[in-house]
Nanobody
Framework: QVHVAESGGDLVQPGGSLRLSCAAS????????MGWYRQAPGKQRELVAT???????VYEDSVKGRFTISRDNAENTMYLQMNSLKPEDTAVYYC?????????????????WGQGTQVTVSS
């Protein structure tokens, strides 16, 4: 089994900062890409940022220059440093991990999602 869990969500004032964490645990060989997504009320889930095992990063346009994605491969953990937060960043933030594991005799890459952590930006 593989478990992915986010933490770090909170209520913060506009202009403030938060750091989200995402930890993967369980039985697997490696983690390929990891990513952060968010879903605001009444909206579809959208990509925030992704990072490969080699450190290549992709950001959604609205968070470029404000958010930084990073990971610690040794600890199977990913982070999202969020600065200059805006009310429109309010959402449930989800992380996922593309995990290499054996499932039913087949070795492949499987995506696992966390349960989400709430980020609220409000004065």
């Amino acid at each position: 089994q593989v478990h992915v869990a986010e933490s770090g969500g909170d209520l913060v004032q506009p202009g403030g900062s938060l750091r989200l964490s995402c930890a993967a645990s369980g039985s697997f060989f490696a983690i390929d890409a990891m990513g952060w997504y968010r879903q605001a009320p009444g909206k579809q889930r959208e990509l925030v940022a992704t990072i490969t095992s080699g450190g290549n990063r992709v950001y959604e346009d609205s968070v470029k220059g404000r958010f930084t994605i990073s990971r610690d491969n040794a600890e199977n953990t990913m982070y999202l440093q969020m600065n200059s937060l805006k009310p429109e960043d309010t959402a449930v933030y989800y992380c996922n991990a593309d995990v290499v594991r054996t499932n039913g005799g087949h070795t492949g890459t499987y995506r696992y999602w966390g349960q989400g952590t709430q980020v609220t930006v409000s004065s």
